[in-house]
């Protein structure tokens, strides 16, 4: 017979199964799909190289702010203070910089506050119905934040080598 005390402990158990999952594969998890958003994104304002490693498309050169991306910044972003000259470059240049950090797990903490920040001025000042997408990426550069980025990065090496000086 199925009683309340019985679910209750079902359920209990099932919540001590979920808080075993260890905090390294989630957060490198989190760092690759929010990497990946960030990098790709920033793929699309640059020409001359391309790298994707889940479509397998490769193709090395001198990377270059395309024309379209400026114009992007022109017509459609729209940033009330900063010309988009200087705001295309500066956002190709951080989508393909701090998602590799993240990635590699290096200074992940401050790199996902900087892509939190860019996160902010998407969903502040060009894509404001676009919350949901914009909360998933909040919550996965929070969780970094907050977390760091696991065992399986620079930053965890760093620290036992600090820790290892003293």
């Known amino acids: 017979m199925i009683t309340t005390a019985s679910i209750a402990r079902l359920l209990r158990r ?25 990098w790709n994104s920033g793929q699309t304002k640059i020409e001359g190289l391309a790298i994707n ?6 193709k090395l050169g001198w990377p270059r702010l395309s024309e379209s991306a400026l114009a992007l910044f022109q017509d459609e972003y729209k940033l009330p203070f900063i010309a988009p000259a200087l705001a295309a470059p500066m956002a190709a240049l951080a989508e393909h910089v701090l998602p590799l950090l993240i990635l590699l797990g290096l200074a992940t903490r401050f790199s996902a506050l900087a892509l939190l920040g860019m996160t902010a ?30 065992v399986p990065s620079i930053d965890h090496w760093l620290a036992g080598r600090s ?3 003293r």
């Open 121 to 150: 001025v998407i969903q502040l000042l060009v894509y404001p119905g676009a919350y949901a997408t914009h909360g998933t990426w909040a919550a996965l550069l929070l969780y970094l934040m907050a977390r760091g980025p696991g």
């Open 14 to 38: 099932a919540i001590g199964l979920f808080e075993r999952i260890p905090h390294s594969p989630v957060a490198l998890l989190a760092r690759f799909s929010i990497a990946a958003v960030f």
């Open 53 to 58: 490693f889940v479509t397998g498309e490769f």
């Open 163 to 165: 820790a290892s000086d």
